[in-house]
């Protein structure tokens, strides 16, 4: 009874007995794991531990509701001390010039493409985590304000231009060439009643012209009236 009520439960089971006695039992198979996150999504998430932790750290601390676009340009210029690019003083002899022959102590700042990016996750990541895009405090008109002022001063301080990103224009599909084959060519039949007399009278409908054809072989087209 015990070794048919085994055997019967081995059987509903799915799993035999030999595989009970040497320990052959399969594993279920894991879940399926979630693609990995890609590039930007990775860096959008450290920016926003990054600048939730400054929040953390600010004095007195600061809660995400009570951000603002004030808070943010603190945040922006206090990354400024992390920045790897040369921007020359107004008094400096390198000031314009795109490739300085010798060092100068002008301070490192972040470059404008980057701080603008910057601001593009975070202002993502603020609505991906529950903010409303009316109180965004990345999107602020002050924070906008402050990149066109970076990106004008950093421009003239390096000597450089940053062209802005022109959208790509919708394809429009080119006219065929016209086909003068005489597939295309109908045959009107009222040269006569035209006037035409002595001349072939045909209609090209892909163009909207009539061939009118002389009897010593020359060929003309005129505008066909159509009402």
């Known amino acids: 009874m015990v070794a048919a009520a085994a055997a019967s439960n081995g059987c509903n089971s799915g799993i035999s007995i030999s595989d009970e006695i040497f320990g052959n039992i399969r594993q279920p198979k894991p879940p399926p794991s979630l693609p990995p996150p890609s590039r930007y999504g990775s860096q959008k998430r450290r920016d ?3 600048f939730g932790q400054y929040l953390k750290n600010h004095r007195p601390p600061l809660t995400l509701s009570r951000c603002s676009g004030a808070h943010v340009l603190e945040f922006l210029r ?21 490739h300085p022959p010798a060092p100068c102590p002008c301070p490192l700042k972040q470059a404008w493409g980057s701080l603008d990016a910057l601001v593009g996750r975070l202002r993502a ?18 924070v906008r304000l402050y990149l066109r002022e ?22 429009v599909s080119q ?9 295309n060519v109908v045959d009107c039949g009222i040269g006569a009643q035209n006037g035409l007399h002595g001349h072939g009278y045909s209609f090209d409908p892909s163009e909207g012209l009539v061939m009118v054809g002389s009897s010593d072989g020359r060929c003309s087209a005129i505008s066909a009236c159509l009402s």
């Open 78 to 98: 206090y990354l400024d001390q992390f920045g790897k690019t040369k921007v020359h003083a107004v008094n400096c002899p390198f000031f314009g010039h795109p």
């Open 48 to 50: 926003w531990n990054t």
């Open 150 to 171: 970076v990106r004008d001063s950093q421009a003239k301080a390096r000597g450089i231009v940053y062209e802005k990103k022109k959208r790509k224009k919708p394809r």
């Open 125 to 142: 990541a603020f609505e991906e985590n529950g903010g409303l895009p009316e109180t965004n405090p990345f999107g602020a008109r002050a």
């Open 175 to 183: 006219h065929q060439p016209m086909n003068t084959s005489s597939n």
